[in-house]
């Protein structure tokens, strides 16, 4: 069973900035592409940011597009997201989520593509 542990969530003031970490216990973390995904109180789950298998490649949500950097660490097997310029409307538990891929490019904002989930970290953004 893979299993995803997030963590680097907290609380900061608007316009500040948090590095979010997720640490995949899987043998072979470059089979994966991972993406991040946030929930708000009240609101369906939505996409925020992805990446490839081999890192090539990054999609983000047009929300966060310019204040968030998907990156990943094969060495340590995790995944993070800085985000930067934090807004309130930022303040949501995010999720990491890991999808088995052949392809070493292949990303998708779908979270029915994803195959596992981690159980989120919660991030709160004041004014």
């Known amino acids: 069973q893979v299993q995803l542990v997030e963590s680097g969530g907290g609380s900061v003031q608007a316009g500040g900035s948090l590095r979010l970490s997720c640490v995949a216990s899987v043998r072979t973390f470059s089979a994966y592409a991972m993406g991040w995904f946030r929930q708000a109180p009240g609101k369906e789950r939505e996409f925020v940011a992805a990446i490839s298998r081999s890192g090539g490649s990054t999609y983000y949500a047009d929300s966060v597009m310019g204040r968030c950097t998907i990156s990943r660490d094969k060495a340590k097997n995790t995944v993070y997201l800085q985000m930067n310029s934090l807004k309130p409307e930022d303040t949501a538990v995010y999720y990491c989520?890991?999808?088995?891929?052949?392809?070493?490019?292949?990303?998708?904002?779908?979270?029915?593509?994803?195959?596992?989930w981690g159980k989120g970290t919660q991030v709160t953004v004041s004014s």
């Open positions: 989520a890991a999808d088995m891929t052949w392809s070493s490019s292949d990303i998708t904002a779908v979270a029915g593509s994803y195959d596992h």
